[in-house]
C-alpha cells in the first residue's frame, strides 16, 4: 500500500516526540541483518552548535553497512509517506564510540548525512533535542522513585510502513532514577522492551512543570534463563535470534542521559581540539 506523501503539523510535544527518532538498518558480518533506533541530539558549545545522531555501540559493532532512515521536509514540516535513506558504507568505522568501554553509546555527526542527501535532492526533516534537555542530576533528583516514562523506536522492527513513522510507549520507572543501578549510570524501566528498541530515547515529565527531559537511552533487557538466573544483555537487532531457553522480563536498562553528553563532549574534543 502506497500513501500520498501529506504534509504533518509538528505542534505539539508528543508530536515531537515521533521525530526524534531514526531509524537504522544493519547488514551484519556474519550475514545477518537488523533494525534499530537512533536519535538526534543538538548540542550548543563554544564554537556553535552541532547535532548528532546517537544510538548503542553494540548496533553498530559488527556491521558491514547500514542505512539511516529519515522522513523528508517539504516548507518546514515532515512529509508523511516519504522517506529518504542514507547509506553508510563502513558503518561501523562511522561511529564514535564513548570513551568507557562498558558504556553502550555511539554517535554519528549529523550534518554530512543531510549534505549527502542535499546532493541528492532530499530535505531531511530532523526534530533534534537540545542538550539542554537531558536530564543531570538535579533534574533526575528531583524525580520520584516511580515515576512514568515514554518511549520512542522501531521494536520488533515494527513502524508504520506506509506514513514512515515509529513506534510510541510508556512505561514507568523500576529503579529510582537519580540511583546508579548496579553502581552504573543506569537505571531500569517496567516496559516492553523488545528487538529493535535498542537505541530508543527514554523520556520523563517533570512534576515542576519544566516539561519532557530526556532521561536516558535503551540498552539492554533482562532476559530469564533455564536456570532462573536474571541477566542484562543488550537488546538485539529486529532479525537477531533470541536465545534458546530464554525469556525476556519486561525490565528494560537504560543508560543515563548524561552519559550522552559526555559522548557529546568526547566527540568534540578529539575532532575539534
Known amino acids: ?3 500520498v506523501p501529506t504534509p504533518f503539523d509538528v505542534d505539539t510535544p508528543a508530536k515531537r516526540l515521533l521525530f526524534h527518532t531514526v531509524r537504522v538498518e544493519t547488514q551484519m558480518t556474519d550475514g545477518g541483518s537488523g533494525t534499530g533506533t537512533a536519535f538526534i541530539v543538538e548540542h550548543v558549545h563554544a564554537r556553535g552548535r552541532t547535532a548528532f545522531v546517537v544510538t548503542n555501540r553494540h548496533l553498530v559493532d559488527e556491521v558491514v553497512s547500514g542505512a539511516l532512515v529519515f522522513p523528508v521536509a517539504r516548507e518546514g514540516q515532515p512529509l508523511l509517506g516519504s522517506r529518504f535513506e542514507v547509506r553508510i558504507d563502513e558503518f561501523g568505522e562511522a561511529w564514535h564510540r564513548h570513551p568507557d568501554p562498558d558504556i553502550d553509546l555511539a554517535v554519528l555527526p549529523l550534518q554530512p548525512l543531510l549534505q549527502a542527501a542535499a546532493a ?3 530535505s531531511l526533516y530532523v526534530q533534534p533535542i537540545g542538550s539542554d ?5 538535579p533534574e533526575l533528583a528531583r524525580l520520584d522513585a516511580l515515576e512514568e516514562v515514554w518511549f520512542v523506536g522501531y521494536p520488533s522492527g515494527v513502524w508504520d510502513q506506509v506514513n514512515a513513522l515509529p513506534i510510541l510507549r510508556r512505561g514507568t520507572t523500576a529503579t529510582p ?7 552504573r549510570p543506569q537505571f531500569l ?3 516492553a522492551v523488545y528487538p529493535g528498541s535498542s537505541g530508543s530515547p527514554v523520556f520523563v515529565r517533570a512534576a515542576d512543570g519544566s516539561g519532557l527531559w530526556l532521561a536516558g537511552v535503551v540498552a539492554a533487557v533482562f532476559f530469564r534463563e533455564e536456570s532462573l538466573r536474571l541477566t542484562p544483555q543488550p537488546v538485539p537487532a529486529s532479525t537477531a535470534l533470541q536465545a534458546l531457553g530464554t525469556e525476556m ?6 543508560i543515563k542521559a548524561h552519559a550522552v553528553r559526555e559522548l557529546v563532549q ?8
Not at 177 to 183: I, K, L, S, T
Not at 249 to 254: A, E, K, N, Q, R
Open 266 to 273: 568526547d566527540y568534540l574534543r578529539h575532532w575539534q581540539g
Open 177 to 183: 532514577p537519580a540511583v546508579d543501578f548496579e553502581g
Open 1 to 3: 500500500m502506497t500513501a
Open 120 to 122: 541528492q535532492g532530499a
Open 249 to 254: 522480563i519486561d525490565l528494560g536498562l537504560v
Open 133 to 137: 534537555r537531558l536530564a543531570g542530576a
Open 189 to 191: 524501566v517496567d516496559a
